[in-house]
């Protein structure tokens, strides 16, 4: 099923499917409880939203917005006796980001490790179903959204100035050795590759398919002025 849903008064691309609520410990909280017909023991229970006693397609609801309320930028410098450090931070907060990468099984051996923490009897788990290659446990739902809050050590540069009596001496005006990296470190409750997700659409917007991360780079230089 879709996990968008545009709608008048939502965000562009909303998240949309079920929401849910536990585990299904035993037959009889099954049977005493609104349910898909192809649900069993140790799969999620999914909210009866509309409180019609049946789930189905009209109990999926708006689970987050892909779009940030927040996106900020913190550029900081410091030099002292020739040495300078510069860092650029960057994040974002306030959007939410679905992990279909984690609703597509390429085979029973390759799982994420949460799935360690699966149902495996009553009184298990109330929040990790049991294992599956798919069907009922992957549909879109609350399971697979994720924050996309993210803060990130963007760049960071060190460098010294080399003196310049020395220099002058070799005829060279000025020269700077620096140490640099980019993306260095990323803080994050999003268990994807990036939190940086971008769609094929504004409607399928924050929907992560495994996107590949920004490398990280390091590099050493030497900057010389004659």
Request: glycine share 12%; net charge positive.
């Amino acid at each position: 099923s879709a996990v968008t849903l545009p709608a008048p008064g939502l965000p562009i691309g909303p998240v949309y499917g079920y929401q849910t609520h536990r585990i299904f410990q035993n037959t009889a909280e099954l049977n005493s409880y609104p349910h898909r017909s192809d649900a069993g023991v140790g799969d999620l229970r999914f909210v009866d939203t509309d409180k019609d006693g049946k789930i189905t397609d009209g109990d999926r609801v708006n689970l987050g917005s892909p779009i940030p309320t927040l996106l900020y930028g913190i550029t900081s410098g410091a030099s002292f006796m020739g040495v300078e450090l510069n860092l650029d931070f960057q994040g974002q907060a306030g959007n939410s980001i679905y992990n279909g990468k984690e609703t597509i099984r390429p085979d029973l051996y390759n799982f994420e490790s949460h799935v360690l923490n699966r149902w495996k009897g009553e009184g298990t788990s109330q929040s990790e179903p049991r294992a599956s290659a798919g069907g009922y446990n992957f549909l879109g739902s609350s399971r697979f959204v994720q924050s996309g809050a993210f803060f990130r050590l963007r760049s960071a540069t060190l460098a010294y100035n080399l003196p310049k009596g020395t220099m002058n001496k070799l005829g060279i005006q000025a020269a700077k050795v620096y140490v640099r990296g980019t993306n260095i470190f990323t803080k994050m409750k999003f268990t994807g590759y990036t939190p940086e997700v971008a769609g094929s659409s504004p409607i399928f917007n924050g929907i992560d398919l495994g996107t590949y991360p920004v490398p990280s780079v390091y590099s050493v230089g030497l900057n010389v002025t004659f």
